[in-house]
């Protein structure tokens, strides 16, 4: 076995001061940070909890998320995971409803939960003009963390200065949680174990002013921060130093502008790793810095491995495959065929294979492969089948996206010996199916309605069945979707939308006022005890909740669009439901 190692944290220290050693100078899309507003006594707050984590695991170390307890929903009872940057971060964004939260502070203030996988989308399809990287380590002893972070421009900012947060969080922190059982993931004996909670900020809340802000430039900060031992009055919850992280990020414009998007956001890693770029053959093993790799197939792999003292170690085992070199040649039947090491006496028509083993670059066998092709003389049919759109490339035909029908064609092998084989190919291309979807799009929730496909002769839809009718009972909007399978050939995959209502019988012993109705902008709700009031749309959805404490209360529907909603009024003595028309 021949090894190539490059300890490549010693190259990186012979370079000059100035140059990079953990931001990439490479342009690349934006990473994503998601601030969601949430709190103990949330119970829908769970469920975002769900749909954020599960952004994080579809996009590896492009997205983070950070649970921000503040608002009404959070409680001062322990784990009191209240903190001064939170508070500031959730009233600078006026936060009225929860969940909720900005995704990369791309929007002026927080959006529901259900349009964070869109906005991530977006996020991440961007190219940043800038990227960012760094290490901390921890002293425990002295329970400071040594923080350095580097910034590089791979183009100009759109501002002249910009602003760099780095923030602590922390995982783990067992507690009580409303709704919880919409997250069963992070339910741990009975308790609910809280994620990413944001503990507490090493530079200004709103960051520290970088620049300058150009191509090329780059830029080194270095913090030391002492840990608290415990963060939150009352009832503070005891910073663990195995479960704590930072997280760094570049915003463009301060705190107090209408938007001010992140321009990029990593997490800080423990400590600059050791690269090992290792080659071995197929069929070797490699066991060195705690990696185990018995016979591994041949290709490249990536691992990481952790030491007992903290030391990290990257490595790229590159197994490489015998060297191969194919030579082929054609004669007709009869002939013979030497070349080298080959020899072929008389060979009976059809394709004939032999090898030779020699030594590669890397003291691995190589093998020349002759494949020699005696040709007939005859004609040869070949029958075969394709779907629609696709390619056959076999038997020395080429025939690219083929339309639906019956295709004839004849293929001549003409060879220096002049023998001539001819194929004749018969081509049947199956098209693609067309499918439509029966069913009604309107159901009422709690009932159950069928839908149809037809135009195929199988059936695959999003539900996991495969009947040509399916029955369902969606409780929100629901979209379905179904291919159709006819000879092999799959259609296009077609969706169906169905609008669930909620229809909520009005209390009549719960007298409200509700006027002016219809209204342009703030209508007045009156009601005896109220203490929430909830206004969704005629499809169920939910558009906010308002917890009131009095029998009077001003709803503003100026930032709604016209049309109907629905106001249900909940009360000590009951609930009633109101339409409101808004102009």
Known sequence: MKKTLFLLVVSFMMLSLNAQEY?????SNRSVLIEEFTGRNCGYCPDGHRIANQIVHDNPGRVWAVNIHAGGFAPTSYPNLITDVSVTIHNGFG??????????????????????????????????????????????????????VEVYYTANSSESTNYLTVIMIQDSIMGSQSGMSSNPEQIVNGQYCHMHVLRDVITPSWGEEISPTTAGTLITRNYTYEIPEMIGDPNGVEVDLDNISFIAYITEKPQGTPTRPVLNVCELGVAPPTYLVVDICDGESYHEYGFDYDTPAIGTYHDEYIDEDGNIYILTLNVHQTYTRDLSADICEGEDFNYGAFHFNNPSAGVHVQENVLESIYGCDSIITMTLTVHPSYETNITAEICEGEDYKENGFNINNASAGVINEELVLETVQDCDSIINLTLTVHPQPVVEIEGATEINLGESLTLTASGADSYEWSTGQTTASITVSPTEVTTYSVIGISNGCESDEVEHTVNVFDNINENSAIKANIYPNPTNAEVMIECQDMNEITVFMPNGQTLETILVSDSKYTLNMSVYKSGIYF??????????LQKVVKN
């Open 23 to 27: 931001v990439s100078t490479t342009p």
């Open 95 to 148: 936060v009225t409803s929860y969940p909720s939260g900005v995704v990369n502070r791309s929007t002026p203030s927080a959006v529901g939960r259900n349009q964070w996988p869109s906005f991530s989308s977006i996020q991440l399809q961007q190219i940043s003009e800038v990227n960012i990287g760094g290490d901390f380590e921890i002293d425990y002893a002295n329970r400071t963390a040594d923080i350095t």
């Open 567 to 576: 106001v249900r009024i909940t009360s000590n003595n009951g609930t009633t």
